[in-house]
Every structure is written in C-alpha cells, then in structure tokens.
C-alpha cells in the first residue's frame, strides 16, 4: 500500500487520487503486526454502487400519466398450472355436494300441509277447564282433564273427565287416553325402525259400543329430499289403505299428495298440494347485529312468507293457504281461501298469532264474522308456573256466543 504524489500535487492512495484524503505517515511497526490490523482505521474511496433501475410500468397506467408499481414476486412468479384430473374431479364432487346439501326433507305430507292450518283450527272451549300435568318419572308423563259446565260435548254431557299417561324415550313414545263417561280408550305408538331409517305408528281406539273402534298402523319412511308413508288398518267397520309421498324439488318447492281408500263407504279420497316457502323481511335487519344465543328446537329465526295450494278432486275444494312470520316467534300472520270450481262457493278465513314473554293470543275470523280467540298466559316465571286460558267463539251470524276459561298445573 504506498503513497506517491501526483503531477498536480494530490496525493495518491493505491493508484487512485484522493483530493479530499490527508497525508500521514504510518508507523512500519504497525503495518507489521497482524494483532492490530483491524485497529487500523481505512478510508474507502470508491462511489457508492448506483441504484437499481426502476421497475416496469403497467402499460394500463401509462395512458393516465401514473406509474403503478408491482412487486417483483407477482411480476416474476409464474401462472398456476392448470388442476389436474384428480382435482377437478374433487371440485365437481364438492360443487355438487354442496348443491345437494341446500334440499332438506320437506316432512310428513300431513305436517306440510298442516303448518298453517294450525291458526284457523283453534281450541276454543266454554265452561271451566283444569289440566293438572304430573312428572312421574323423566320418561312417563300423566295427565288428568277436567271440563266442567260445557255445550260442545257431542253426546250431550256437561262434563267428562280423562285420563292420559305418556312414556317417552330417544326411540319414540306411548300415549294411552281413558274416558270412563264413554267407556273409551284411545292409544298411539311411535317407534323409530331399522336404526332411526323409518318410524312406524300405531293408532288403537275401542269403545264399548264398538262401531267406531279403530286400529291403524303407518311406517313413514324417507330420504335426504323426500318422505313417503303407508298405513293400512280398519275404520268404522271396514278396511283402510292410504299412502302419501312429498318431495322437494327445490330447497324452497315442494309437492306431494295423498290418498286413502276407506272400505266402510267404498270412497276414495285424494289430495294434491304444492309448498313454497321464501324468505321475507323482518324490519329488523339495520338493527345492530349480535351475536344470539342458539335457538331452541322448533323456534323461528327469520321471516318467512310461506304458500300452499291443496287440491282434492274427490270433494272438488281447492284451498290457498298463506303463512307470513313477519317477526320470529313474535308475530305471525295467516289467511286461507277454501273455494269450489264447479259451485263457486268459498270461505275466507283471517289468524293472527301475537307471542309476548309469558303470553299467547291467536285470533281467527272468517268471512262470515265468526270470530274465535284464544288467550294463554303464564302466571309466573319460574319453570312449572302455572297457565291461565281464556277462550271465546262468537257466531254473529248464528247467535251463538260462548266462553270459557281454565287453567293448566303442571306439577
């Protein structure tokens, strides 16, 4: 490393002129040491390496006058490579598993039509009604029904009593009823068969005259997007065959129908319906959203506006039931259009459903002002508090006006 002098009088450091670096001499003994060659301080004089060059410019963006940046992993990384056979396959099976999972089982043909009949068929009573509910063991459930002062029983008593025991367990239950004014029993039986794939019900009513006694056995049966049912029994003195089938053609469209030959008159009865359920608003959805609690079994947990149509050819009726839950397990809405092509005679029928926190009310009216409504309420909070009804049917155009009330213990 020497130190020389160049023609214009700078020095020279290595063969590179240094005008800003000062000249000094450097001890030999120091140079000779390898101990303190790191201490010794070095100048560099060579330039600071240039910056790199700029990165390529979107040809898009240069049409505005602005350069948009990329960063050089997505510039220089290749495309994907198309899927292969085995991973295309798996996305079609995917795809369609996930088209398939959006039917769901429509239900038995019964409850289907049923949804919404329930608000139209209200149980209105007069006099004075007492259900005392017992829990006898965490699978057996008995009952005792007092109905004091009535009209409506058809064989003209004013009062009856009955009893009813229940037995119920993952499999299915057993309900018996005993009316010792009629000298009637009355059973159900429902249990799961092969596994959990198809449940079978058995209907038995004996009395003592025995003309209406009754023995009918049913198997429902079904699969991700269908339910079916066969039943097969004697009623009224003669023999009984009926099947019904729904389907879901769409996760919002269902058909079916149902049909049943009775042996004691020699008729044969069909019914035809189709079910559209859509979604519907609420009024609720710019409320600020939380995060609910998981909803019971059987509670509503948005609007829904839901159609069926019934045809029975057999009677020549055709119905339009309308089902609307404008809040969820609050209120819900109802109408039905009962109607006949051939004489064009029809029924109008209105219901409303109002739920509040420990109360219920419905009330139905038809086209002809025959009002009926029903109103239950708790008496307490805590679990097993007792229920207040209260009940009234009024026919303006009959005359007829009757009201009761009652009240439910469950023990």
């Known amino acids: 490393m020497g130190t020389s002098q160049s023609r214009d009088g700078s020095a020279v450091h290595g063969g590179t002129p240094c005008a800003s670096l000062p000249f000094r001499r ?31 410019v979107d040809s898009g963006s240069s ?56 608000f139209f068929m209200l149980d209105t009573f007069d006099g004075f009604r ?96 269908w339910m079916g049912n066969l039943r097969y029994g004697s009623m009224g003195g003669g023999v009984v065959l009926g099947c019904n089938y729904m389907q879901a053609l769409t996760p919002a469209l269902h058909m079916g129908g149902d049909g049943m030959y009775v042996g004691a ?31 019971a079994t059987g509670m509503e947990t948005a609007g829904s506006s839901t159609l069926c149509a019934q045809f029975k050819p057999g009677q020549g009726m055709a119905s339009l039931d309308y089902k609307r839950v404008v809040t969820p397990n609050r209120v819900t809405l109802a109408s039905s259009l009962e109607f006949s092509p051939l004489s064009l005679e029809s029924q109008l029928l209105v219901a409303a459903e109002f739920k509040l926190s420990r109360s219920t009310l419905n009330l139905c009216v038809d086209g002809s002002g025959h009002l009926q409504s029903v109103l239950e309420a708790k008496l307490g909070m805590g679990q097993g508090s007792p229920t207040i009804n209260f009940s009234a049917d009024m026919d303006h155009a009959k005359q007829q006006m009757r009201f009761g009330y009652g009240i439910k213990i469950e023990g």
């Open 130 to 225: 007492c259900d005392i509910n017992k829990q006898a063991s965490p699978f057996m459930l008995v009952l005792h029904n007092f109905w004091l002062g009535t009209s409506m029983l058809p064989d003209g008593r004013t009062s009856t009593y009955s009893f009813v025991t229940q037995v119920a367990d993952e499999a299915g239950f057993m309900m018996a009823r005993w009316d010792p004014g009629q000298a009637s029993v009355n059973g159900r039986v429902h249990r799961a068969l092969l596994g959990g794939l198809a449940m079978g019900k058995l209907q038995i009513g004996v009395s003592a005259e025995g003309q209406n006694d009754t023995l009918l056995g049913e198997v429902d049966f079904g699969g991700h997007s």
């Open 63 to 118: 049409t505005t006058g602005k350069s948009s940046t990329q960063s050089p992993s997505s510039s220089s990384a290749p495309p994907p490579p198309p899927a292969s056979g085995e991973e295309a396959k798996s996305d079609d099976i995917a795809s369609a598993a996930q088209a398939a999972s959006a039917y769901v089982n429509p239900g038995p043909f019964e409850q289907a039509i049923g949804e919404g009949k329930r």
């Open 265 to 295: 008159n020699g008729s044969f009865q069909t019914n035809y319906a189709l079910k559209y359920t859509m979604p519907a608003l609420t009024g609720e959805e710019d409320l600020p959203t939380t995060t609910p609690a998981k909803p």
């Open 26 to 56: 450097v001890p030999l003994s120091t140079l000779l040491l390898p101990s303190t060659l790191s201490a010794v301080a070095t100048t560099a004089c060579e330039d600071p390496p240039p910056p790199p060059p700029p990165l390529p």
